[in-house]
């Protein structure tokens, strides 16, 4: 079966940086893109970046431009995102998605992983 | 950016009622939009993708509809599980983005 295991949550200061990972197994790992999106509490989900993890192209939402980066290992089927330059506002939950085959939804969500961002 | 509208924001329902949901988008989406069901502290659940096609394993009460900008999600007759929070999301354009969200109350 499809699971996405996320590493474990998170307190950081402001100005710091922040590394989540994202084992999958299941399925095929460079078959599928993978997305991560954050959510803030009592918030709407909020897209961040998508990975080709195949190829290992990228896109990131411009509001994250210069501070997120979305990397993959194949060789160890995990997606990796890491947030720079952290603020208050930066205290999410932050999931890795996988891309439905052929499509840009999410057919399978992580567990999230909780980010703390306090002084 | 294209702005995702959901209304109502909150919608109380009696178990064994039904439900409609509605989704704008600012412009059209074509068929890309997804409805997502999330629970308190769980991940969102992917219910309907293409505007009208049920994910894996998700109940035939839920049903979808629509293209370009007007988008309806219909639970046919409520069970317990089904008292959540709804999103959709569009996936036409980067960046995706997601409406705001209909919780579903016990009326």
């Known amino acids: 079966q499809v699971q996405l295991v996320q590493s474990g949550a998170e307190v950081k200061k402001p100005g710091a940086s922040v590394k989540v990972s994202c084992k999958a197994s299941g399925y095929t790992f460079t078959a599928y893109s993978m997305h991560w999106v ?42 990796y995102m890491e947030l720079s330059s952290l603020r208050s506002e930066d205290t999410a939950v932050y999931y890795c998605v996988r891309a439905m085959y052929g499509g840009n939804c999410g057919d399978f969500w992580g567990q999230g992983t909780l980010v703390t961002v306090s002084s | ?45 992917l219910l309907i993708y293409g505007a009208s096609t049920r994910a894996t394993g998700i109940p035939a009460r839920f049903s979808g509809s629509g293209s ?15 008292f959540a929070v709804y999103y959709c999301q569009q996936y036409n354009n980067w960046p995706l983005t997601f409406g705001g969200g209909t919780k579903v109350e016990i009326k």
């Open chain 1, 38 to 79: 954050r959510q803030a509490p009592g918030q709407r989900p909020e897209w961040m970046g998508w990975i080709n993890t195949g190829n290992g192209n990228t896109i990131y939402s411009q509001k994250f431009q210069g501070r997120v980066t979305v990397a993959r290992d194949t060789s160890a089927s995990t997606g």
């Open chain 2, 1 to 45: 950016e294209i702005m995702m509208t959901q209304s109502p924001a909150t919608l109380s329902v009696s178990p064994g009622e039904r439900a409609t949901l509605s989704c704008r988008a600012g412009q059209s989406i074509n068929s890309n939009l997804a409805w997502y069901q999330q629970k308190p502290g769980q991940a969102p659940r």
């Open chain 2, 68 to 82: 370009g900008t007007e988008f309806t999600l219909t639970i046919s007759s409520l069970q317990s599980e089904d």
